[in-house]
């Protein structure tokens, strides 16, 4: 007898296949049989209403690590139909970590990924330092699956301590890298990401940018044993290093027969030839035989900030991020100084900041006057007589600073160039951040909006094509056992979702990070039904009960 | 398949410093234009990074201007 047995249903089975009506079976958290019609009982059954159903959606790049451990759903990803996460990207995971070396690895965290301090301090203990201990703390409460990367940054601080971040690794110290990597390897990590770009909270390199590329090459050797990915962050600002990383990358993946990944890479409008040559070195990659993914987010870049916390807003503004990073006292302080301030406006650019600002919108926030919102910076500033630059602090400080702003469509959003960039076959599509960033943007969602901009709007991809972008391609890719595809012998990781109506809601403010901390959200918009390993994780009544996910075992 | 021509580039050798690099890099060129022009070439490392001109190992230091 079947556990469950979903009727009616479009099935949408993740090969990219035609869909078709039909029924899908499961027993023991797993599919058993799909077709234009199942036979023998059912425990239950579930009407799926002509809607489509699909394998679960995997979202490849996240940095949900921390979240996990007190919110084992990774919130709200499983309702947009996320039913595997890929975290410990960039560089950063929570293990391996000594005890002594936390302050420093969640420094990198807060300032990399956005993560306020509460969310390492209050909200789980922590009782780990290997790799399997933390395995074993994630493994508590999972309602999601989830496929962790192990850090390049991490792994040197544990080998090299204060070192880490200092100098190249001596051969000993690259040897005890390997160790500790296959360790993790051995213990559920499913392989390792490095940064080229990112900075810790001091503004210092983080470590993996100190490695020789003969110590990543050596660590390379050891994910060659596993098959396992290696995940880069490159100077995605400069298409000339991108492709330098590409081809650095290619030559990593055919000597060790290993499949890369690079993230994140945009479409701009000010460089449009940029993403075409960065694709096409790719492609050529590719057809030598190298495995080097491009991944692509869906999303436009919308950056929100207030000037209450630092934000990624101003990383081209040195002095902006030095005032931003005070606490608050200094920092308002700093605002209110005459000095200081003509500097930031200075800084802002010729035009006061202008060009940079000005088509910022102010959004609201809880202490923000209702008549300003929806009103850009430049209409503000004009009524007040003021550069952009200064009528931002001021208006933010006039109210606590608590004045929300957009930056909207700050590139990434000319759909029509977009979705052809997403269909093709050699572009894996991702990087959308979920678990980071809280305070910036809303990553959550972007499957949504795959389909509500580049299925139902420009058509760029079929219902069929995006959904095994998102599932069976997604695990092909990483190599993930018996994920992404609706067929027998798989897991049970299901969504059931409108293709007429699937997409994102609007973006909005929350305050359910620990002690009470902000970050913005959206609501699941068509998604029906929710399954993980077989079991009913998610309708729109809410999340049930059911604790279901797992660590993803790999392929090989 | 072969590869089109991408800019060429070199990764920075343990403790290298800019002399060392732009000799080994540009062995044709006086060592100062040499580091002059890898300096010009590398604004990434030379002018975005604080503190600027620190060689980090996992660097990619271009030996050649940006293609047309």
Same mark, same amino acid.
């Given at each position: 007898m079947h556990d469950l047995v979903i009727r009616n249903a479009r099935v949408v089975d993740g090969t990219g296949a035609p869909a078709y009506a039909g029924e899908v079976a499961v027993k023991d958290g797993r599919i058993v049989a799909v077709g234009p019609r199942v036979e023998g009982p059912a425990r239950?059954?579930?009407?799926?209403?002509?809607?489509?159903?699909?394998?679960?959606?995997?979202?490849?790049?996240?940095?949900?690590?921390?979240?996990?451990?007190?919110?084992?759903?990774?919130?709200?990803?499983?309702?947009?139909?996320?039913?595997?996460?890929?975290?410990?990207?960039?560089?950063?995971?929570?293990?391996?970590?000594?005890?002594?070396?936390?302050?420093?690895?969640?420094?990198?965290?807060?300032?990399?990924?956005?993560?306020?301090?509460?969310?390492?301090?209050?909200?789980?203990?922590?009782?780990?330092?290997?790799?399997?201990?933390?395995?074993?703390?994630?493994?508590?409460?999972?309602?999601?699956?989830?496929?962790?990367l192990v850090g390049h940054s991490v792994i040197r601080v544990w080998v090299m301590g204060a070192d880490a971040n200092q100098r190249a690794a001596r051969p000993d110290e690259?040897?005890?890298?390997?160790?500790?990597?296959?360790?993790?390897?051995?213990?559920?990590?499913?392989?390792?990401?490095?940064?080229?770009?990112?900075?810790?909270?001091?503004?210092?390199?983080?470590?993996?940018?100190?490695?020789?590329?003969?110590?990543?090459?050596?660590?390379? =050797?050891? !994910?060659?044993?596993?098959? *396992?990915? %290696?995940?880069?962050?490159? #100077?995605?600002?400069? $298409?000339?290093? /991108?492709?330098?990383?590409?081809?650095?990358?290619?030559?990593?993946?055919?000597?060790?027969?290993?499949?890369?990944?690079?993230?994140?890479?945009?479409?701009?409008?000010?460089?449009?030839?940029?993403?075409?040559?960065?694709?096409?070195?790719?492609?050529?990659?590719?057809?030598?035989?190298?495995?080097?993914?491009?991944?692509?987010?869906?999303?436009?870049?919308?950056?929100?900030?207030?000037?209450?916390?630092?934000?990624?807003?101003? =990383?081209? !503004?040195?002095?902006?991020? *030095?005032? %931003?990073?005070?606490?608050? #006292?200094?920092?308002? $302080?700093?605002? /209110?100084?005459?000095?200081?301030?003509?500097?930031?406006?200075?800084d802002a650019g010729p035009d006061g900041g202008e060009r940079l600002m000005g088509r910022l919108v102010v959004r609201g926030g809880g202490e923000a006057p209702a008549h300003l919102a929806g009103k850009t910076l430049k209409e503000i500033a004009d009524a007040r007589g003021q550069s952009c630059a200064l009528a931002l602090i001021e208006v933010s400080l006039e109210h606590g600073l608590d004045v929300a702003f957009l930056s909207a469509n700050g590139g990434h959003d000319?759909?029509?160039?977009?979705?052809?960039?997403?269909?093709?076959?050699?572009?894996?599509?991702?990087?959308?951040?979920?678990?980071?960033?809280?305070?910036?943007?809303?990553?959550?969602?972007?499957?949504?909006?795959?389909?509500?901009?580049?299925?139902?709007?420009?058509?760029?991809?079929?219902?069929?094509?995006?959904?095994?972008?998102?599932?069976?391609?997604?695990?092909?890719i990483w190599g993930l056992k018996d994920r992404g595809l609706l067929k027998p012998g798989q897991a049970a990781d299901i969504v059931v979702f409108d293709p007429d109506r699937i997409g994102r809601g609007e973006e909005r403010p929350i305050f359910d990070m620990p002690g009470d901390g902000m970050r913005y959200t959206r609501d699941s918009v068509g998604v029906e039904a929710v399954l993980v390993n077989g079991e009913l994780a998610w309708t729109p009544a809410g999340y049930t009960d059911a604790k279901a996910g797992r660590i993803c075992e790999m392929a090989g | 398949m072969t590869l089109t021509v991408q800019r060429r580039f070199v990764t920075p050798e343990p403790d290298e410093t800019l002399e060392a690099l732009a000799a080994r890099a540009l062995p044709d060129l006086p060592l100062e234009a040499a580091m002059d022009r890898i300096r010009g070439w590398n604004l990434h490392i030379f002018a975005m990074r604080k503190p600027r001109g620190l060689l980090l190992g996992g660097d990619v230091v271009f030996v050649e201007p940006p293609q047309s």
């Open positions: 239950a059954e579930m009407d799926a209403g002509g809607k489509a159903v699909a394998p679960g959606f995997i979202d490849p790049h996240t940095h949900f690590d921390v979240q996990l451990l007190w919110d084992g759903a990774a919130k709200p990803s499983l309702e947009h139909g996320v039913t595997s996460i890929i975290p410990g990207n960039c560089s950063l995971s929570l293990a391996p970590l000594r005890a002594a070396d936390r302050k420093a690895v969640v420094g990198m965290f807060q300032q990399i990924e956005e993560l306020p301090p509460e969310a390492f301090t209050i909200a789980f203990e922590w009782t780990w330092e290997d790799w399997e201990g933390y395995r074993r703390a994630l493994e508590k409460g999972l309602a999601i699956n989830v496929a962790p690259i040897a005890a890298m390997q160790d500790v990597l296959r360790q993790c390897l051995q213990a559920g990590a499913i392989g390792l990401s490095t940064s080229f770009v990112d900075v810790d909270e001091n503004a210092r390199p983080v470590p993996s940018r100190f490695a020789q590329f003969a110590e990543l090459d050596a660590l390379c =050797a050891v !994910l060659g044993e596993f098959g *396992r990915m %290696l995940q880069i962050v490159p #100077e995605f600002y400069d $298409a000339d290093i /991108t492709i330098a990383r590409i081809d650095q990358l290619a030559e990593l993946s055919l000597k060790h027969g290993i499949p890369t990944t690079y993230s994140p890479v945009f479409d701009n409008r000010q460089t449009p030839a940029s993403v075409d040559r960065i694709l096409g070195r790719s492609a050529e990659q590719f057809a030598r035989g190298a495995r080097v993914w491009p991944q692509m987010q869906t999303r436009p870049i919308d950056i929100s900030f207030s000037l209450l916390r630092p934000s990624l807003f101003f =990383a081209r !503004l040195p002095r902006w991020v *030095r005032v %931003l990073r005070q606490p608050l #006292e200094a920092r308002i $302080a700093s605002l /209110t100084d005459p000095e200081t301030v003509a500097r930031m406006v200075e000319n759909t029509d160039r977009i979705g052809p960039l997403l269909a093709r076959p050699d572009v894996h599509i991702g990087a959308g951040d979920g678990g980071a960033h809280l305070a910036s943007f809303a990553t959550y969602g972007d499957t949504g909006y795959l389909f509500s901009e580049f299925v139902r709007g420009t058509g760029a991809l079929t219902l069929e094509q995006a959904v095994a972008k998102i599932t069976g391609e997604t695990a092909a | -």
